[in-house]
């Protein structure tokens, strides 16, 4: 309320003013003609003026701040990957007993194409995503997941996230699978309904860190080639991945 009113009064001293200078204007040079003159050619002038601040300048300033904005959230999502993503896709996908399918899929290198990462993503969306809990160390995920609890809580409160709905869910999903093996003091005798339950909660993980990799890839190749360079050389899903450059 505060604001319109001061809106409201900016508004109203501008038009006083403009019209207290036309006043003078007219006391000045008697001349109504070359005040009419140069009045409607500045009103005329105004739907221009509307059009190039609103619809060009408006978006270029636009397009310009939604790339810095797009530039700091692959920073967070980098981030992200640097400091757990990639242990845990590593970990998540060799419990996939579906793993031989997808895996000749994922082994990104510089050749790949737009197309090719667009048909690859397209694939992912028919993959399962299936985890099989009988080889999965859950006290190992407790312990993984608990040291990085500080780091994840300081993403989710980033306001740059609100910018990529699916990254959001992926945090999410993550921080919720860590509360739940928090709140459990062992895994040892879980019924098999519980272990279901974390099963999916599980899946759900590496459904979205699976398709969130792969566009982080893409990121890569297309802006960061020597960041891409350690990304294929520590790629998840190939079994001779070494940093080491050879």
Not at 166 to 189: I, K, W
Not at 216 to 228: C, G, S
């Amino acid at each position: 309320m505060e604001e319109r009113r001061w809106l409201i009064a900016l508004g109203t001293g501008l038009v006083i003013l403009s019209t207290m200078l036309y006043a003078l204007h007219f006391l000045i040079f008697h001349d109504l003609h070359h005040i009419g003159i140069y009045t409607l050619g500045d009103i005329a002038f105004l739907p221009l003026e509307v059009l190039l601040v609103t619809l060009v300048f408006h978006q270029v300033l636009a397009s310009r701040d939604r790339r810095q904005r797009m530039e700091k959230l692959n920073m967070v999502i980098g981030m992200f990957f640097s400091t757990l993503g990639t242990q845990l896709l590593t970990y998540i996908s060799d419990n996939d007993p579906n793993l031989d399918r997808v895996r000749p899929l994922l082994l990104v290198d510089d050749t790949w194409t737009d197309e090719k990462f667009r048909g690859v993503a397209r694939q992912l969306r028919r993959h399962p995503c299936r985890v099989g809990m009988e080889n999965v160390d859950l006290d190992a995920f407790k312990r993984f997941l608990g040291s990085r609890e500080d780091f994840l809580l300081r993403l989710l409160e980033n306001p740059v996230l609100l910018e990529h709905e699916t990254f959001t869910e992926l945090l999410r999903a993550v921080f919720h699978f860590n509360e739940e093996l928090q709140r459990r003091p062992g895994f040892s005798d879980l019924p098999e309904i519980d272990t279901a339950h974390l099963a999916g909660d599980l899946e759900r993980i590496y459904g979205f860190l699976i398709r969130e990799w792969l566009d982080y890839m893409r990121y890569l190749q297309k802006n960061y080639p020597y960041l891409f360079s350690l990304a294929m050389r520590t790629n998840p899903f190939d079994e001779t991945a070494s940093a080491i450059v050879e």
